[in-house]
């Protein structure tokens, strides 16, 4: 599915962006790509004030891009084409994390991007006053030219309700916006942003 709904987003002008790089053939919309280098990644660095465990974090969130992801119960795994760093990903969720690498591969603004990339350290007490220490992978690691290195959580939507609840104290809830205040220490650590996003922030293919 996430294969098929790739070359649908190569052939039609989809989410509503504006595009100038589409050029036409046959009547059919290809996208140039700038294909991901070490230029790139070195330029990043040169304009973003990354850390150097953050620099660390993101070789090592960049190595072995085509890694087997395992999906959890319950959850599919999909593999998706990914013409921005010349490979295939694995996702493991069709109906978050496929739909969010597609999201990478269309947006501009995205440079590079990895899927699971390493665990980020979790402290955190609970509404019982237990202390809470664990790890977890992310599900993505992006970098922005706009806003630098983004480790993001992809849930699906209907999970928005009941992640606080589910999880007290790791997620919180704020006028329906939903945080990971442990993760978010955690990143900043790398000179990173952390948020935790959901399927439906980004529009369905029709």
Not at 42 to 70: C, M, W
Not at 173 to 198: H, K, N, Q
Request: one cysteine or more.
């Amino acid at each position: 599915l996430a294969t098929r709904q790739c070359f649908v987003l190569l052939e039609t002008a989809c989410f509503g962006w504006r595009w100038t790089d589409f050029v036409h053939k046959k009547g059919i919309r290809t996208m140039l790509f700038h294909r991901f280098s070490q230029a790139l990644l070195e330029a990043f660095f040169n304009t973003h004030p990354i850390s150097e465990k953050g620099r660390e974090y993101v070789h090592l969130g960049l190595k072995d891009l085509s890694r087997k992801t395992q999906g959890r119960t319950r959850n599919a795994t999909s593999r998706n084409p990914c013409p921005k760093m010349g490979t295939v990903l694995d996702a493991e969720s069709d109906t978050a994390e496929a739909r969010a690498i597609l999201n990478c591969v269309f947006d501009p603004d995205v440079i590079a991007y990895s899927v699971q990339p390493p665990k980020l350290n979790l402290d955190y007490t609970n509404p019982s006053g237990k202390r809470i220490r664990t790890s977890t992978p992310p599900d993505l690691m992006v970098l922005r030219r706009s806003s630098g290195l983004c480790i993001e959580e992809w849930k699906t939507a209907d999970r928005r309700d009941r992640l606080s609840d589910d999880r007290p104290g790791r997620y919180v809830s704020d006028a329906g916006r939903i945080s990971s205040p442990s993760a978010e220490a955690s990143a900043r650590e790398l000179s990173a942003s952390y948020a935790v996003r959901f399927a439906d922030e980004i529009p369905k293919i029709r």
